[in-house]
């Protein structure tokens, strides 16, 4: 995917070389422990995931819609989904949801079980 930001000459603040990275250190190797304390401990990595990454196509008109909204944006999705999804089960018997010629289960059709 290429890029659209503009690149910005900036020569107060170079774009770093493999060099550059190479000569970095760690916080750890030049703050006082009590400048470090200041930061607060790191997130860990999520114990269970409670969302499952995957790739869709959507229409411009719905990308450009969420992406308006800010930060969140693809979680905004998730979260319109899901109230679909629950007017859906409220407004059928049992969770039963028509599509097309077939009824299909709003927790199967949720969760692909």
């Given at each position: 995917?290429?890029s659209?930001?503009?690149?910005?000459?900036?020569?107060?603040n170079?774009?770093?070389?493999?060099?550059d990275?190479?000569?970095?250190?760690?916080?750890e190797?030049?703050?006082?422990?009590d400048?470090?304390?200041?930061?607060?401990?790191?997130?860990?990595?999520?114990?269970?995931?409670?969302?499952?990454?995957?790739?869709?196509?959507?229409?411009?008109?719905?990308?450009?819609?969420?992406?308006?909204?800010?930060?969140?944006?693809?979680?905004?999705?998730d979260?319109?989904?899901?109230?679909?999804?629950l007017?859906?089960s409220?407004?059928?018997?049992?969770?039963?949801?028509?599509?097309?010629?077939?009824?299909?289960?709003?927790?199967?059709?949720?969760?692909?079980?």
């Amino acid at each position: 995917m290429v890029s659209r930001k503009k690149v910005v000459d900036d020569r107060e603040n170079p774009e770093w070389t493999a060099a550059d990275f190479a000569r970095a250190k760690t916080p750890e190797e030049v703050l006082s422990p009590d400048v470090l304390s200041v930061f607060g401990r790191k997130r860990g990595p999520q114990r269970a995931p409670k969302k499952v990454p995957v790739s869709i196509r959507l229409s411009p008109e719905v990308v450009g819609f969420f992406k308006r909204k800010g930060r969140g944006w693809q979680s905004e999705i998730d979260t319109t989904l899901k109230k679909i999804i629950l007017r859906s089960s409220q407004r059928t018997p049992k969770g039963i949801v028509q599509t097309g010629k077939r009824k299909t289960s709003t927790l199967k059709r949720a969760t692909g079980h």
